[in-house]
């Protein structure tokens, strides 16, 4: 931690209001997209964002430093996320089932080339959504996503790094074994997904 | 080391988390061994798609 960092958080832990803004305004891109790619929702990833810097300026006072900042706030958007899971669950009647569809844009010079990218990204969305249970999804943003250090991640989520190790190689083994393998059937139904997975994570 | 150890380690390997001795013998395993070789690239290939994952605006400003 450099010294502008410390001596931002001692401000901001004595109630400084701009040194608060200055040392977690870098991290909104990061703390949204993370919490994007964890809900696929723009709304709730918009709703966890917000509640993730307000825990951060509650709680700053319990910072002590031992992890980065990155990494505590990380720590606290994957809490929230996981809080809100459960709930999403108690409060889902199972009969439920979604589908998606990709959107294919209509009015580019090159269509073919969009398609492909926009099939691309529907599917690797997708694929993380629907096929990797949360817990092997959570991983895989960490590490191939937002780039964690597998110390890092064992901080965030209160496990060994020999576990972290194994973890991140299933989760890494189950996106290509539904990449690769298509248990998704996307491709075949007008990119229509209508598996038993989509209901059952 | 069998295939089935040597593709356990990819993930680690392709993380360089590994010491250089297990390193070693995984990169000799798969310069001789044509199926780990061919997993191997489409494991690393996997990885490289995720990353490829698109950024989403942030829609406001939160601080």
């Known amino acids: 931690m450099n010294q502008t960092e410390s001596d931002l958080i001692a401000r901001s832990k004595s109630g400084d209001k701009d040194a608060f803004n200055g040392l977690f305004s870098q991290s909104q ?8 790619q964890l809900t696929g929702d723009v709304a709730e990833a918009d709703d966890l964002t917000q509640e993730t810097f307000l825990i951060a300026y509650r709680k700053l006072s319990d910072f002590r430093s031992e992890s980065s900042l990155r990494t505590w706030l990380g720590k606290i958007a994957v809490n929230l996320f996981r809080r809100r899971c459960r709930r999403n669950k108690r409060n889902h009647n199972g009969e439920t089932v979604n589908f998606e569809k990709i959107k294919i ?27 990797i249970p949360k ?13 964690f250090s597998y110390r890092e991640i064992a901080d965030i989520l209160g496990w060994s790094v020999g576990l972290t190790k194994t973890n991140i190689y299933r989760a890494r083994k189950m996106f ?22 989509i209901t059952q994570l | 080391m069998n295939c089935k150890e040597i593709y356990s380690l990819f993930s680690e390997y392709y993380d360089q988390e590994l010491n250089a001795e297990a390193r070693a013998l995984i990169k000799e395993h798969i310069a001789n061994c ?9 494991f690393r290939k996997c990885i490289k798609i995720l990353k490829k994952m698109k950024l989403a605006d942030v829609p406001r400003d939160y601080i």
Do not use: M
Request: hydrophobic share 35%; proline share 3%.
């Open chain 1, 105 to 131: 844009p209509s009015d580019d010079y090159s269509p073919e080339r969009i398609i492909i990218k926009a099939e691309l990204q529907w599917c690797i969305r997708h694929n993380l959504q629907y096929h």
């Open chain 1, 29 to 36: 891109n990061y703390i949204f997209n993370f919490l994007f």
């Open chain 1, 135 to 147: 817990k092997f999804r959570i991983v895989l943003i960490l590490r191939d996503l937002q780039n």
């Open chain 2, 34 to 42: 044509q199926n780990c070789r061919s997993e191997y690239k489409i």
């Open chain 1, 176 to 197: 290509r074994d539904v990449f690769i393998n298509g248990k998704c059937r996307a491709f075949a139904d007008d990119f229509c997904c209508t598996c038993r997975e």
